[in-house]
């Protein structure tokens, strides 16, 4: 590929758009200088990159499956990509969201706006599954760009309650979730920016973890913003869910968010025993104003059953969850959201590993299909567009600074208590409603997040296990760790899981 230096006309326009004016000597100047510049970035591109997807492989594709063998619409398309014959996974079948790049498998995310996208790489995790026996065998529908809550609003049509599918799966990772219901997926990998692996996790009454910020690379995934991006295993169970983080969590060279850490043995550390744990029931994070009587009956229920299993429950109270979680999320995830999809999904002033096929194509199909975003994405862009260019990201940059205020908050309660428990979701799953207006749609798209979203912002580790179904509908617990103990966050899903038959639940 050959660039195309500017002409007079475009350094005229560049030159407008930058708020300058150039006169006929700076733009003679200009020209030659910046001519000789572009053309020694043609070099750039005779480089070969690295891939990813480094071990031998088998694909094929299988195209999507029929209603009668996908009941929930939770698949965007059946495949087949396999590596090793051995390891930790082998015999494993394995969904991703369709924001997870694998070689030579078609990448939407859930939209439109990507049409014709096939990566050329695999993610960090697709590698590392794959190394380790696992088979990926479907691609998982989730909400258009991941900008909803509800699962509700993807391309391909809504994500419907393995339940009841009156009712809706959750999302935005709301494939990851239904598709667990299917005898040919035993494990997802969903992702999170806001709750979108645990809300439904929760509307569909599995197991779904957002690891500790940075304990899984995100190497070769579409996320909204790299300060609160987090992909995650979700299953039937805790132990497979420890098994798949086991395989996908380790340092990522190519991720430049990760700092040192060890990887524990997640399995081998479930021991079904919590005599002593502390557990601190975060007030703020019940009765809420949209709270659902029986999800908080539900939850509480579950803390008094882990109390009986030896763990020590006391309330705490945690105002910031309340007063500044959901604002200070929503403010990184409009602009940072916003600047994100107009750079392409390039991300300035970040080293590691970049994905230039996608951006390339972003880039030219947000121009000629912006208009195929969903309403989600374009009151994202509207909105972080506008507090960019009015406010100059003094509003994205205060949100950044008043995180640390929440990481504080909660880290204060850890100083009393070991895991900190809420509702995953303050109700349970949305009836779907082919014909919600404008304003109801955008509505039960995000007010399900208040109690996750706090936990992006923070990093800290934080899992939904189900813990009853009132009504016939799942209700999820969450419980938050400290950073990096996401071992002790699984041990105590692990023992409430093992020692209660929760669809029994009320």
Known sequence: ?????????????????????????ELEVFESLIKPMVKSFDKIFDITSTKESSITRNVSLRGKPSREEDPFNAIIRRCLVSGSRNGKLAGKRIGLKDNISVAGIPLTCGSTVLDGFVPDDDATIVTRILGEGGKIVAILNMDDFAYSGAGAISAYGPILNPHDTHYLAG??????????????????????????????????G??????????VPYTGIVGADATIDHTGPMARNVEDVALLLEVIAGNDQKDPRQIEFNVQSYVGNLSKDISGLRI??????FGLNISDPEVDTS?????????????????????????????????IAAEGGAMGIRENGVGYHSGGHHN???????????ITNGNDFPPSVKIMLLLGTYLNQ???????????????ILRDSYDRAF????ILAMPTTPMKAHQYRSNASLSELMEYSSNMSGNTAPTNVTGHPAISVPCGKPSGLPVGLMLIGRHFDDSGLLNAAYTFESNVEWENLT
Not at 185 to 201: E, F, L, N
Not at 415 to 418: E, G, I, N, S
């Open 206 to 215: 599995v197991v779904g973890l957002k690891p500790t910020f940075g304990l």
């Open 356 to 366: 230039v096929a996608f951006a390339n194509v972003l880039g030219k199909s947000r």
């Open 1 to 25: 590929m050959k660039i195309r230096p500017p002409s007079k006309n475009d350094l005229y326009r560049l030159a407008n758009e930058n708020h300058m004016e150039l006169n006929d000597e």
């Open 171 to 204: 999302g935005s990772s709301g494939g990851s979730a239904a598709s667990l219901y299917y005898d040919y997926v035993d494990m997802t990998i969903g992702c999170d920016q806001g709750g979108s692996i645990r809300m439904p996790a929760s509307w569909c």
């Open 390 to 404: 009015t406010y100059h990201g003094s509003v994205y940059g205060r949100a950044q600074n008043a995180a640390k």
């Open 415 to 418: 100083q009393q208590v070991d």
């Open 280 to 285: 601190g029931l975060v007030r703020e994070g």
């Open 299 to 331: 939850v509480r229920h579950a803390l008094t059953v882990l109390g009986d299993l030896g763990a020590e429950i006391e309330e705490v109270s945690i105002p910031e969850h309340r007063d500044l979680g959901k604002v200070i999320a929503w403010a």
